[in-house]
């Protein structure tokens, strides 16, 4: 088991099956029409894409993130720290500030729903204070990030060192939100934390 964040697309998205989004698509359209913002209806389909095609967005979850969350400490506001990675669902959409729904996501009774184009600044910036190389990889289709950051990146550590090396969980976490963010905006779609 374990948290992932995955891209969904259009099928899952605004589905009505039990493990589908369609819940949080219909409350974030019903705030976003609220607040008199355009809903968030072009989603792409879902399609079998090949592997390293970067259509699709899998990572799971799994190192310690407490270097992470120091280096949010360390550069970024509380706010900003919440809005890079405390989100339920990242969307491509430009939103001032987070969006609660009272949808139950799982993890909590409540869905937070952010903009992309506010993380990706941020995730940015994270990324140039660790000096992020630029050999980490550009796409995720399955857990492509988690496997280099495990096989390559400890090679490349030795050779290229600086602030990433000596913490390579604190990067990954850094590339995997940089890479969440580019994603959604690239291919227009949500990812989710599931």
């Not at 939103?95 to 993890?107: A, F, H, K, N, Q």
């Not at 995730?123 to 399955?142: F, R, V």
């Not at 090679?155 to 939100?177: I, K, Q």
Request: net charge negative; proline share 7%.
């Amino acid at each position: 088991m374990g948290v992932y964040l995955v891209s969904v697309g259009a099928e899952e998205w605004f589905g009505e099956e039990e493990d589908g989004w369609g819940e949080v698509a219909s409350a974030l359209n019903a705030e976003l029409r609220r607040r008199g913002l355009p809903p968030y209806e072009d989603v792409p389909p879902e399609t079998d894409f090949a592997a390293g095609s970067g259509q699709a967005f899998e990572e799971k979850l799994t190192p310690s993130m407490a270097g992470f969350l120091a280096l949010c400490q360390a550069h970024l506001s509380p706010e900003e720290s919440e809005t890079l990675c405390g989100w339920t669902v990242l969307v491509p959409v430009s939103l001032d500030e987070e969006i609660w729904l009272p949808v139950d996501s799982g993890y909590s009774e409540s869905t937070m729903v952010v903009g992309a184009p506010q993380v990706l600044p941020l995730a940015e910036k994270l990324a140039a204070a660790i000096e992020l190389p630029s050999e980490t990889p550009a796409t995720c289709d399955n857990l492509d990030l988690s496997m280099w950051f495990r096989n390559l990146a400890k090679g490349l550590a030795t050779t290229r060192t600086g602030l990433w090396s000596t913490d390579l969980d604190t990067a990954f976490y850094v590339a995997l939100f940089l890479r969440a963010a580019q994603h959604s905006i690239r291919r227009g779609c949500p990812i989710v934390c599931t």
